[in-house]
């Protein structure tokens, strides 16, 4: 008896390597000539044959490992009560892959048991296929023996996320994925399935007339070693929008569900397992923008619409105070109260103000997320560009933009104060955002 097991995939096509002769190419004109052959083969250095695996190689993690095995008597006699067993040895596992554990009655001779066996690889390192084979000899004799298959199960991607948490309670996850393997990847499906609480827009494609078309085209291929860079957009859902307390504390988004081919078909599938994030931390009160412009006018009123939310477990109460700066304005009644807040409820301000400075005044640092590049950046001096944008000068370290002979000003919003009354706590939000301010331009005559 022998146990013959060899690993099920799509086979490769045998390399025919052309026999280059002085007076010219003999085995690229035979090719040409024979008429059984596949036109234009001569080109792809591709033999008719193919070529079954030599051995098990590297498994993916993701694939399915799929192995053929056969039992064959090799005896003059017939032998009874055979059972194959086939077992899968992981190093946190032992699996039972044998499809049927039911005894064959007898074995003749030069006659073979075949089996396949299938499975998905969830666990890289060093997996072991037993096989197991029991019988019993015309004489009565029980006889058992085993044969060991070695392989390795591969990571075939490199998965790497970062977070970025926005004011409006959406949460942007990049996702970094590299191919390293050594033969291409048909990427078919990446996806993040997110958590309960959040709904996900995938920020992946851009919008041409009625269809969108994939930033990475329409062949989705990702060579060995490249990265490719996914973005996402998570929003909280309606029914837990309201409840600031909940969403605050909130760090499981989701997972990612990734689904390629490799070269011939063979499919793959990996989940990660649930990302968590860093909880952002928003302190007792939380101030943030529900509607702004973005230019206004210089020295014309503009409104703004501010959310306060209370983060802490006890009720405030609180007063407003707006404090002026030197380009900003506030209009209206400074130190008036806001009332009780509840714990997670949540307040909207419609505030009034005006730009009174015509010089540049230079906002804090803006983070912001570029979409198509998904790259992180820092500007510590904000630039508008304008589509008309005819000249661009600096004056004493100061930038001003001029587009439309218009002057170009950039004004934060800072100077609002919040004073919770039972603890006498003062909260100060300064560079609450940035506005375009635009002012007419007027050449000065030398």
């Given at each position: 008896?022998?146990?013959?097991?060899?690993?099920?995939?799509?086979?490769?096509?045998?390399?025919?390597?052309?026999c280059?002769?002085?007076?010219?190419?003999?085995?690229?004109?035979?090719m040409?000539?024979?008429?059984?052959?596949?036109?234009?083969?001569?080109a792809?250095?591709?033999?008719e044959?193919?070529?079954?695996?030599?051995?098990?190689?590297?498994i993916?993690?993701?694939?399915?490992?799929?192995?053929?095995?056969?039992?064959?008597?090799?005896?003059?006699?017939?032998?009874?009560?055979?059972?194959v067993?086939?077992?899968?040895?992981?190093?946190?596992?032992?699996?039972n892959?044998?499809?049927?554990n039911?005894?064959?009655?007898?074995?003749?001779?030069?006659?073979?048991?075949?089996?396949?066996?299938?499975h998905?690889?969830?666990?890289?390192?060093?997996?072991?296929?037993?096989?197991?084979?029991?019988?019993?000899?015309?004489?009565?004799?029980?006889?058992?023996?085993?044969?060991?298959f070695?392989?390795?199960?591969?990571?075939?991607?490199?998965?790497?996320?970062?977070?970025?948490?926005?004011?409006?309670?959406?949460?942007?996850?990049?996702?970094?994925?590299q191919?390293?393997?050594t033969?291409?990847?048909?990427m078919?499906?990446?996806?993040?399935e997110?958590?309960?609480?959040?709904?996900?827009?995938?920020?992946?494609?851009?919008?041409?007339?009625?269809?969108?078309?994939?930033?990475?085209?329409?062949?989705?291929?990702?060579?060995?070693?490249?990265?490719r860079?996914?973005?996402?957009?998570?929003?909280?859902?309606?029914?837990?929008?309201?409840?600031?307390?909940?969403?605050?504390?909130?760090?499981?988004?989701?997972?990612?569900?990734?689904?390629w081919?490799?070269?011939?078909?063979?499919?793959?599938?990996?989940?990660?397992?649930?990302?968590?994030r860093?909880?952002?931390?928003?302190?007792?009160?939380?101030?943030?923008?529900?509607?702004?412009?973005?230019?206004?006018?210089?020295?014309e009123?503009?409104?703004?619409?501010?959310?306060?939310?209370?983060?802490?477990?006890?009720t405030?109460?609180?007063?407003l105070?707006?404090?002026?700066?030197?380009?900003?304005?506030?209009?209206?009644?400074?130190?008036?109260?806001?009332?009780?807040?509840?714990?997670?409820?949540?307040l909207?301000?419609?505030?009034?103000?005006?730009?009174?400075?015509?010089?540049?005044?230079?906002?804090?640092?803006?983070e912001?997320?570029?979409?198509?590049?998904?790259?992180?950046?820092?500007?510590?001096?904000?630039?508008?560009?304008?589509?008309?944008?005819?000249?661009?000068?600096?004056?004493?370290?100061?930038?001003?933009?001029?587009?439309?002979h218009?002057?170009?000003?950039?004004?934060s919003?800072?100077?609002?104060?919040?004073?919770?009354?039972?603890?006498?706590?003062?909260?100060?939000?300064?560079d609450?955002?940035?506005?375009?301010?635009?002012?007419?331009?007027?050449?000065?005559?030398?």
């Amino acid at each position: 008896m022998r146990v013959i097991c060899m690993c099920v995939c799509i086979p490769a096509c045998t390399c025919v390597y052309m026999c280059v002769h002085s007076t010219g190419d003999l085995f690229g004109r035979l090719m040409k000539e024979d008429p059984s052959t596949i036109k234009g083969a001569e080109a792809l250095m591709l033999g008719e044959m193919l070529t079954l695996p030599q051995n098990f190689g590297n498994i993916f993690l993701g694939e399915t490992f799929s192995s053929y095995i056969s039992v064959h008597n090799d005896s003059t006699q017939e032998v009874k009560d055979i059972l194959v067993k086939a077992d899968l040895q992981t190093s946190s596992q032992r699996l039972n892959l044998s499809a049927s554990n039911n005894t064959v009655t007898e074995l003749k001779p030069e006659s073979c048991i075949d089996d396949v066996i299938h499975h998905e690889v969830k666990e890289i390192g060093t997996h072991i296929l037993v096989c197991a084979v029991s019988y019993t000899t015309q004489a009565g004799e029980k006889l058992y023996f085993r044969k060991f298959f070695k392989f390795q199960v591969l990571k075939p991607l490199d998965v790497k996320t970062k977070f970025y948490n926005a004011e409006t309670d959406e949460v942007f996850l990049e996702a970094q994925i590299q191919n390293i393997t050594t033969s291409p990847m048909f990427m078919e499906k990446v996806s993040l399935e997110p958590s309960m609480m959040y709904n996900v827009t995938e920020l992946n494609t851009v919008e041409t007339g009625d269809e969108g078309t994939s930033t990475f085209g329409k062949m989705s291929y990702l060579q060995p070693m490249d990265t490719r860079q996914y973005l996402y957009c998570l929003k909280p859902k309606s029914e837990f929008a309201e409840k600031a307390g909940v969403i605050k504390g909130v760090t499981v988004i989701g997972k990612l569900d990734i689904v390629w081919k490799t070269n011939l078909g063979e499919k793959g599938r990996l989940q990660t397992s649930q990302l968590q994030r860093m909880a952002p931390g928003y302190g007792d009160v939380r101030l943030s923008l529900e509607m702004i412009p973005d230019t206004v006018n210089l020295e014309e009123p503009f409104d703004i619409t501010c959310k306060i939310t209370n983060c802490s477990e006890r009720t405030m109460d609180l007063v407003l105070e707006m404090c002026n700066t030197r380009s900003i304005h506030w209009c209206g009644v400074s130190g008036r109260q806001l009332g009780k807040v509840s714990p997670s409820a949540s307040l909207s301000l419609p505030l009034k103000l005006l730009s009174s400075v015509q010089g540049l005044q230079v906002g804090a640092h803006l983070e912001y997320i570029v979409t198509l590049s998904i790259a992180k950046a820092y500007y510590s001096m904000l630039c508008y560009v304008s589509m008309l944008l005819l000249l661009t000068f600096a004056v004493d370290n100061r930038l001003m933009i001029v587009a439309n002979h218009h002057l170009l000003v950039f004004q934060s919003i800072s100077g609002l104060r919040l004073t919770d009354t039972f603890l006498k706590r003062t909260y100060e939000y300064d560079d609450i955002a940035q506005v375009c301010v635009v002012c007419p331009y007027m050449s000065r005559e030398s």
